[in-house]
C-alpha cells in the first residue's frame, strides 16, 4: 500500500484508514454482507462505503455495533474501539503540520508514535532516532538546498521531538552500514559528537546499535533502507521506505515477512553490539586526529 501521493485536501490519518480497513475485513471475514449492515444497523449504503473507505470518521458506538453485529472477540472489539478513539486525537506532531510535515511523512510519524518496537537498516546516513540536532540539521538542508533555512530548522526539531519515544522505552533495534559513518555531515566536531551520541545511546537497555562493516560483503538488503515498526499486536507491523518525494508503506504479510527476514539477516551478519561499540570509538579516535 502506497501513501505517498500529494492530494490537495489533507488526507485522512493513517490510524481512520488502518481502523477503516480493519472494519471492513471483519465484516468480510465474517460473511456479513453489506445488506446485513444495511438492514440490522439501519443504516445507509453511503455511511457503510465512508467508514469503510476512511472517508468519514466512525464512533466508538458504530464500531460496538459493527463488532457486535459481526461477532468479533471482545479482545478485537476493544482493539478497535481504542483505535477508534486514537483516530479522533490530535497527536503531537500536528503542531509541525506543513512545510515542517509533509503529508506522507505525517503516516510515519503517527505510526511511529504509536510502536512499541522499530527495527531500522540505514545505508548511508544515521537513523533518525539517534541523530544529533546539528548533524540532522545538516543531512536535512542538504535534502532539500531549496528551501528557507526556517523550514529546515522545524523540520530538524520535528526530528529531535520524535527522540522522545525513545527517552520513554521505545524498542530500538539500528544496523547501520559502515557507510553512514564514514560519510561526513557537517564539519569534523559534528561528526564526532554524532559518533559519541550513539555510543551514549547504545548502552540504553531499550537500544540495540550495530554497526554492519564493508567487510560483510553483500547482503539481502543492498540498495533498501528500510524501517520495520510493530505494534505489539494491536496493529498489524508496517514496513516503511522513503524516497525523495514519497514513501511506501507495506502492510501485506508476506511482504513484511521478507523484511523481517532482511533485518534477521543483518543483525545476523552485522558486528554483535559490543563489537559495534569498539567500532563506534575507532571512528571516535579518528576523527580526533
Keep these: 500500500m502506497q501513501y505517498g501521493d500529494h492530494m490537495s485536501q489533507r488526507k485522512p490519518g493513517v490510524q481512520r484508514r488502518r481502523l477503516a480497513a480493519r472494519l471492513r475485513d471483519l465484516r468480510e471475514?465474517?460473511?456479513?454482507?453489506?445488506?446485513?449492515?444495511?438492514?440490522?444497523?439501519?443504516?445507509s449504503r453511503s455511511k457503510l462505503s465512508r467508514i469503510e473507505t476512511a472517508a468519514s470518521s466512525i464512533s466508538v458506538p458504530d464500531v460496538?455495533?459493527?463488532c457486535d453485529l459481526a461477532g468479533a472477540s471482545p479482545e478485537l472489539r476493544e482493539q478497535l474501539v481504542e483505535m477508534s478513539k486514537a483516530?479522533?486525537?490530535?497527536?503531537?506532531?500536528h503542531s509541525y503540520a506543513g512545510n515542517a510535515l509533509v503529508d506522507y511523512f505525517e503516516d510515519y510519524v503517527?505510526?511511529?508514535?504509536?510502536?512499541?518496537?522499530?527495527?531500522?537498516?540505514?545505508?548511508?546516513?544515521?537513523?533518525?532516532?539517534?541523530?544529533?540536532?546539528?548533524?540532522?540539521?545538516?543531512?536535512?538542508?542538504?535534502?532539500?538546498p531549496d528551501i528557507d533555512k526556517e523550514i529546515v530548522q522545524g523540520r530538524t526539531e520535528l526530528r529531535v521531538a520524535r527522540q522522545k519515544r525513545v527517552n520513554d522505552g521505545?524498542?530500538?533495534?539500528?544496523?547501520?552500514?559502515?557507510?553512514?559513518?564514514?560519510?561526513?555531515?557537517?564539519?569534523?566536531?559534528?561528526?564526532?559528537?554524532?559518533?559519541?551520541?550513539?555510543r551514549e545511546m547504545a548502552e540504553r537497555p531499550n537500544i540495540t546499535l550495530q554497526v554492519l562493516p564493508f567487510d560483510a560483503g553483500p547482503h539481502i538488503a543492498m540498495g533498501t533502507a528500510f524501517t520495520l515498526l510493530d505494534f505489539a499486536g494491536l496493529y498489524d507491523s508496517v514496513v516503511y521506505i522513503d524516497n525523495l518525494t514519497s514513501a511506501l508503506y507495506l502492510e501485506d504479510e508476506a511482504e513484511v515477512e521478507r523484511y523481517a527476514l532482511a533485518a534477521e539477516h543483518l543483525r545476523a551478519i552485522a558486528l554483535d553490539p559490543r563489537l559495534s561499540v569498539k567500532m563506534l570509538d575507532k571512528f571516535d579516535n579518528e576523527l580526533a586526529r
Excluded at 521505545?170 to 550513539?198: N, P, S
Design 87 to 93: 483516530a479522533k486525537k490530535r497527536g503531537w506532531w
Design 110 to 144: 503517527a505510526l511511529e508514535s504509536d510502536a512499541t518496537s522499530v527495527i531500522n537498516y540505514e545505508i548511508d546516513l544515521i537513523p533518525g532516532l539517534l541523530q544529533t540536532e546539528d548533524y540532522a540539521r545538516s543531512i536535512i538542508a542538504a535534502w532539500t
Design 170 to 198: 521505545l524498542k530500538l533495534w539500528a544496523v547501520v552500514d559502515e557507510a553512514a559513518l564514514r560519510r561526513g555531515c557537517g564539519d569534523e566536531e559534528v561528526m564526532r559528537a554524532q559518533v559519541r551520541h550513539m
Design 64 to 66: 460496538r455495533a459493527i
Design 29 to 43: 471475514q465474517t460473511g456479513v454482507s453489506v445488506e446485513t449492515v444495511l438492514s440490522e444497523l439501519d443504516w
